[in-house]
Each structure stands twice: as C-alpha cells, then as structure tokens.
C-alpha cells in the first residue's frame, strides 16, 4: 500500500481554483490565465530575479531619467536576493554598493550624474 503525503492547507499542486474564481479570474484572458497557471508551477524566485535584471537594464537604457522607477526596482531586486539568499545585514550592504557601482557604470556613460539624484544620495 502506498502512503499518501499529508495535506498541506490551502490549494494542493496542480489545483487552478485561484485562476477560475480567485481574485485575478475576472481580470486575466485565456492568455494571461495560461501564464499564471505556468509561473504558479515555479518554485523559488529565480526567474524573477532574472527578469527583474533584464528589466532594470532596459530601464537604464531606455529611459535611465526615470531615478524614481529605478530605485524601485533595484529595492525590489535587493529585497528579492536577500529573500532568495537569505542573507545577512553585512552582506545586505555589500549588495548595495554592488547595486550602485553598476547603476553608476551605466549611468555616467549616459551622461548621468548620479551623485546629484536618488541614486547617489541612496547608495
């Protein structure tokens, strides 16, 4: 006889209910109802984390004025590797001069004087 793993609370692996009639049901197209049941089926963050990068350097390249939707993002960057990693408070400052020196080898080359913006004062 095989043992059968014990329920966990909430909607089991594989259970679409949320996409059916949850909250974000009247809101989502068949599209959008197919990506959501793709991206409820990742574990971990990795991906966002990813994308997030790919999103702050099209950001940067685009529109690299937009201080306000950059810093943002790289919070939201720093929040979701301090998550992922679980990392300390010493290594939460190393993270952010990192975050920094990238942003501020983007964005001088593209005329950008980051001390004088968020950016700067932030990091």
Same mark, same amino acid.
């Given at each position: ?82 998550? %992922? ?12 001069? &990192? +975050? $920094? /020196?990238? @942003? %501020? ?12 913006? &968020? +950016? $700067? /004062?932030? @990091?």
């Amino acid at each position: 006889m095989v043992k059968e793993e014990a329920r966990k609370r909430g909607g089991q692996k594989g259970n679409n209910n949320a996409v059916k009639h949850g909250f974000y049901s009247k809101v989502l197209d068949e599209a959008g109802k197919l990506d959501y049941e793709t991206a409820a089926g990742v574990d971990g963050i990795d991906d966002e984390i990813a994308l997030l990068r790919v999103k702050i350097k099209s950001v940067l390249e685009k529109d690299p004025e937009n201080v306000k939707l950059i810093m943002q993002a790289t919070n939201t960057l720093a929040g979701l590797v301090r998550t %992922r990693f679980n990392t300390t408070r010493e290594q939460q400052k190393g993270l952010r001069e &990192a +975050i $920094g /020196k990238v @942003i %501020r080898e983007v964005a001088l080359p593209l005329g950008i004087n980051v001390a004088s913006t &968020a +950016i $700067g /004062k932030r @990091i």
